[in-house]
């Protein structure tokens, strides 16, 4: 209940919460179509190599070495000149205080420190570099970003140049933030920067005081900037009279790793651009289709008629077009088994009633007739019936499991001349002197076995039922001919009788089933019309083909009909 009295629609709100699982569930299918497993698995493959290649050539670590000597063999040239003006003009005779150093005229020589802070003060600013000077000691004279006032010293700072523009600095900014502070070495130095550092706490300034020898090294300050320095000997003819060091942070350095960095960048990103268009292009012509043809597929399933198809795609050449025709061959061949066996159900039931009707009737007469006679009679028909009925059903069981044999047995190589040979032995191994004879025609040209891959129970099968069908349509001590040979790449068997041959026009339809066009005077029931059906079945089943002719002799006349069966030759 609500505040105004009215109740709560559930419904309503059951609708609406339908709807918006409906809604996401439709955002969630666009964004896979967009995004399937299959477009992310080829964009991860694509973008491997390129991701890889560019975080490798990020890492510059020896062209970034190349660039830092080549910045302190130019410190060090400007502090040998800076150290030379220094000696030249900035050294004086020494006072009682100083340490005294002898010239070869015996006079004692320092370096003045007011020189020689307008020296390095003028110097440093054009070179763009911090000077500091050191006496014998290591004690700090002069520092060119300490300037003398009335009111002492005065620090200068050099500041960073001003970027152009705000994208620029934000640039910069993430630069310093990613790729800076993932290729910084952590294992150098740090910098101490502290304005009135002695000379004792600077190795390469102690080495330039003991060994007179120019010394280098890279520091780290604590914003990952990088600080080189040199420091050389101040020599007034040849005695050392102090140490001049200078320093100059890695911004030379950094401004040319994020030029070249930036042209991988710049490179990368349409390398990027080109792999994924390529990727959602090559992706689109792979996942689209196939789930095209998955949807069809689903709507094939659930329909319960033709009216859905699969999708022909077999113009594109590839493997998707391939499996499009499969598919569109398995379907139709699904139907075509559907079909089948629907008809196959209504023979079947049509077969089986004819006998059933016949054995009711019988059974029904057969109690209400009192003359022995006509009740030996309907036995008679009875036991014909029963008996038709088992050869039916047998025969139905057999062609029902035709298929599903046919797919799970192995094939192994099948000899066809012993095959037939032994076949036509045993037709001929009858009692009967009326009885057709069979005779298997050696063709001279014929050499060596006519092997085929096959089932040989099956394929025996289908030659038994030849010779029988030709058996009961000839004559009184007629003869079936039965040959065997090579045509091009399949093995070829014919079957010829004598008898009145095939009705015209139903050489296709004899191969039906059920089909029950027999000969005159052969006692009802005695065939169920499925033995050519079943040899077509198995024929076809082995990749072969078989089909009836009638033989025609020169006067025109039918002799008798002729079977050929075509299988391919193992070899």
């Known amino acids: 209940m609500n505040a ?22 439709g955002k969630r299918g666009r964004l896979r179509r967009i995004f399937s497993p299959l477009t992310l698995r080829i964009l991860a493959v694509n973008l491997t190599a390129p991701v890889l290649l560019v975080l490798g050539l990020l890492f510059l670590d020896q062209y970034e070495d190349t660039l830092i000597a080549a910045e302190l063999d130019a410190l060090r040239t400007q502090g040998e000149l800076m150290a030379a003006s220094i000696g030249e003009g900035a050294v ?23 020189p020689a802070r307008q020296l390095l003060r003028r110097q440093g600013t054009i070179a763009r570099l911090r000077a ?24 200068v700072q050099d500041l960073p140049p001003m970027e152009s523009s705000q994208v620029l600095r934000f640039v910069h900014m993430v630069y310093d933030k990613t790729i800076g502070r993932m290729t910084a070495d952590r294992t150098l130095e740090p910098y101490n920067d502290q304005m009135r550092a002695n000379g004792p706490d600077i190795k390469e300034v102690m080495n330039a005081l003991q060994a007179g020898e120019a010394g280098s090294s890279v520091r780290l300050r604590n914003d990952g900037q990088k ?58 012509t792979i996942a689209r289709p196939v789930r095209r043809l998955a949807t069809s597929a689903k709507r094939v399933r659930d329909s319960k008629n033709r009216q859905h198809t699969i999708p022909d795609l077999s113009k594109r050449n590839d493997e998707i077009g391939e499996l499009s025709e499969a598919l569109r061959d398995m379907t139709e061949s699904l139907w075509r088994r559907m079909d089948a066996t629907e008809h196959f ?11 059933l009707t016949s054995l009711r009737s019988a059974v029904e007469t057969v109690g209400r007739v009192k003359d022995p006679e006509q009740q030996k009679r309907l036995m008679s028909i009875i036991m014909d019936d029963v008996a038709r009925l088992d050869r039916l059903i047998s025969e139905i069981s057999d062609a029902s499991r035709l298929d599903a044999e046919m797919s799970r047995a192995e094939m192994s190589p099948v000899k066809i001349k012993p095959l037939v040979q032994a076949l036509s032995e045993v037709q001929n191994a009858n009692d009967n002197p009326d009885a057709p004879r069979a005779q ?22 289908v030659f038994r039922n030849l010779i029988g069908n030709a058996s009961s349509f000839s004559p009184p001590q007629g003869i079936i001919s039965i040959r065997a040979g090579r045509q091009g790449r399949y093995v070829i068997v014919t079957v010829e009788d004598q008898g009145p041959g095939l009705p015209e026009g139903k050489e296709a339809a004899i191969f039906g089933r059920f089909y029950s066009e027999r000969p005159e005077g052969e006692k009802f029931g005695t065939h169920s019309g499925l033995g050519l059906s079943i040899s077509k079945t198995i024929v076809e089943g082995h990749r072969g083909q078989i089909y009836a002719e009638n033989i025609v002799g020169d006067d025109g006349r039918v002799k008798g009909a002729r079977f050929v069966v075509l299988l391919p030759a193992a070899n």
């Open 4 to 25: 105004d009295g009215g109740d709560i629609r559930l419904d309503d709100l059951r609708l609406r919460m339908d709807a918006n699982a409906n809604g996401a569930a």
């Open 92 to 114: 004086i005779i020494s006072d009682t205080d100083a340490i005294p150093l002898f010239t070869p005229e015996g006079a004692m020589r320092v370096i003045d420190p007011d």
């Open 132 to 155: 500091q000077l050191f006496d014998r000691d290591g004690k700090l004279l002069a520092d060119s970003r300490l300037l003398q006032g009335p009111g002492g010293e005065v620090q």
């Open 227 to 284: 600080i080189l320095s040199v420091a050389v000997p101040v020599q007034f003819y040849k005695q050392i009279v102090g140490a001049l060091l200078v320093s100059r942070d890695g911004s030379n350095v950094d401004k040319r790793m994020f030029a070249v960095r930036g042209s991988i960048l710049g490179m990368f990103a349409w390398v990027l651009a080109l792999t994924v268009l390529t990727s959602l292009f090559l992706a689109g």
């Open 345 to 355: 159900a209504a023979d079947v039931a049509h077969e089986i009633k004819n006998p």
């Open 440 to 461: 298997v025609i050696e063709d001279p040209a014929q050499k060596g076995d006519l092997t085929v891959f096959g089932l040989e129970s099956r394929i025996g099968q």
